[in-house]
């Protein structure tokens, strides 16, 4: 069993930056996927970036460019670096695992005020 702890979250003016932090409870090893998904109120939860054990990482559309992704502490903590916030990025931003199976973390609010 894996818990994923967020931490990071809160209240930014749009423009503005925030990290996400997320850690692992034991050290990942192998192959596996670490990211980020992200639920806004009547939206699906949806995918905002990843990173695989090899360091590979992915973005959404939306998020390139203002969002990097990036591993520290060794391979249990993953972090979420927000910049050039937007409106629209308000929502819940869980932490997300893909080692053999899935695990979430329980979640952290965004809030970008316009």
């Known amino acids: 069993q894996v818990q994923l702890v967020e931490s990071g979250g809160g209240l930014v003016q749009a423009g503005g930056s925030l990290r996400l932090s997320c850690a692992a409870s034991?050290?990942?090893?192998?192959?596996?996927?670490m990211g980020w998904y992200r639920q806004s109120p009547g939206k699906q939860r949806e995918l905002v970036a990843t990173i695989t054990g090899g360091g590979i990482t992915n973005y959404a559309d939306s998020v390139k460019g203002r969002f990097t992704i990036s591993r520290e502490n060794g391979k249990n903590t993953v972090a979420l670096h927000m910049n050039g916030l937007e409106s629209e990025d308000t929502a819940v931003y869980y932490c997300?695992?893909?080692?053999?199976?899935?695990?979430w973390g329980k979640g952290t609010l965004v809030t970008v005020s316009s």
């Open positions: 997300w695992l893909r080692w053999g199976v899935e695990y």
């Open positions: 034991r050290t990942i090893r192998g192959i596996y996927v």
